[in-house]
């Protein structure tokens, strides 16, 4: 397995200190740090080749065209897209499964039909299906859990049905850290001609995706969640269905031809791309995929599966601890442990970590409905990633173990 201290060297934020601590990151989650190849990418766009892309013939412009759609070639083969075109640059996983709602969803779903989703899902990808349902006329379905945290099989196989148009679906859960059979649950939508929208946010940076196997018809995901700058994300999806969909946002660089009165739109992958594009973001992304790609996911996921096995055996032993997701008898836990300390309220509990240096995320996680139908109003998250050592876990749960002490009670 690889030792995380081999990449440590790379993250400089990692080498600060925070409240006077030096820093424990394991809010990866939500979003990574940046290695220094990424930040040299990016300031190396912005001090050796700013320019808008596409839109002019001088040297400048023609090199920031060159970066912008090299990045999405780069991009394709990191998912295996059967071709660039199939790659939508938007600024983030929510823009990107808002694209899908308002551009696919709008138009191809209808009153009486239904939209099948996870009670699992992040609310990127379940606020737009409520709006295209309510706009629509549509029924809105959850698939549910089983005990263990899992998706329900008897829901996948009873909930998608004849009436289904569209199914949407997280990859991993980013409350849970569980895997998805997203490729079952296509299948099943396929089935019955529904659409599968797969939700990649929390498990491009940790595993090899392959949009192709999992014959998803949009995938979605975030760069700041895998090393890149904010500002960054993607779109994948199937090119005939994206050609058939209408523009989402429209103005600069995405027309064909203005008319006073009428407009001709661009092809693929323009016509999604309105005004002036994020080129320094697309090149941090493309250096964070190589940069990936040199370590490989095998190592990275060997990492992450090092560190669970390393913490929850520990955390089971404190009694003040609950765990959420951790039950599985499955394969498939991924570097995301939800947990809460009784008596202590996550916010405390996060306030109190940070005072050692720390970092952990409290609340809902934009994940209500899967809080409430776990019976809870929030949750502390832990999430690793290549950077996390077991040092950082033993800073972690000592944390833990002063936090009901500080509150006054005595165990």
């Not at 040297?59 to 990045?71: G, K, M, Q």
């Not at 296509?186 to 089935?191: G, I, L, N, P, T």
């Not at 779109?235 to 429209?250: E, H, N, Q, S, V």
Request: charged content about 25%.
């Amino acid at each position: 397995m690889a030792d995380p201290q081999e990449f440590l060297k790379d993250f400089p934020l990692l080498h600060t200190q925070m409240n006077g601590k030096p820093i424990v990151y394991l809010d990866n989650g939500a979003t990574t740090q940046k290695p220094e190849q990424v930040i040299r990418a990016l300031c190396g766009y912005y001090g050796g080749c700013n320019a808008n892309p596409h839109r002019g013939a001088y040297a400048l412009s023609v090199e920031a065209t060159e970066i912008y759609e090299n990045a999405r070639k780069v991009t394709a083969q990191f998912i295996n897209a059967k071709r660039p075109e199939e790659i939508i640059f938007t600024k983030n996983a929510t823009e990107a499964l808002n694209l899908v709602a308002y551009s696919y969803g709008l138009t191809n779903v209808g009153k009486g039909d239904e939209i099948v989703i996870t009670i699992a899902e992040h609310h990127s990808n379940l606020v737009p299906w409520q709006h295209v349902a309510k706009a629509k006329g549509a029924t809105l379905k959850y698939i549910y859990l089983e005990k263990d945290g899992n998706l329900s099989d008897e829901d996948i196989e009873t909930k998608i049905t004849e009436k289904t148009k569209l199914v949407a679906v997280t990859q991993v859960s980013n409350v849970l850290g569980l895997k998805n059979d997203v490729k079952k649950v296509a299948k099943k939508a396929h089935s019955v001609g529904a659409v599968v929208v797969v939700d990649g946010s929390q498990s491009v940076a940790h595993q090899k995706v392959d949009v192709q196997d999992i014959d998803a018809d949009f995938f979605a995901f975030s760069g700041h969640k895998m090393l890149s700058p904010m500002g960054i994300g993607v779109l994948y999806g199937k090119y005939d269905i994206l050609d058939a969909m209408p523009p989402f946002l429209m103005g600069g660089d995405m027309i064909e031809y203005v008319q006073e009165q009428d407009t001709t739109f661009a092809e693929l992958p323009a016509k999604f791309e309105a005004g002036t594009q994020n080129v320094g973001g697309a090149a941090g992304l493309q250096a964070a995929i190589e940069y990936l790609g040199k370590i490989g996911f095998d190592r990275i996921e060997a990492i992450e599966q090092e560190l669970v096995d390393y913490a929850l055996p520990q955390l089971r032993e404190l009694p003040y601890i609950e765990l959420y997701g951790c039950d599985s008898t499955r394969d498939n836990k991924t570097g995301i442990i939800a947990f809460n300390v009784k008596d202590v309220h996550p916010h405390d509990v996060a306030t109190i970590l940070d005072s050692t240096g720390v970092a952990v995320r409290a609340g809902h996680h934009c994940a209500q409905p899967l809080h409430r139908y776990l019976g809870l109003n929030a949750s502390c998250r832990a999430s690793f990633y290549l950077y996390n050592t077991k040092e950082d876990v033993d800073r972690w749960i000592a944390a833990l173990k002063t936090v009901r002490s500080v509150l006054g009670y005595k165990d």
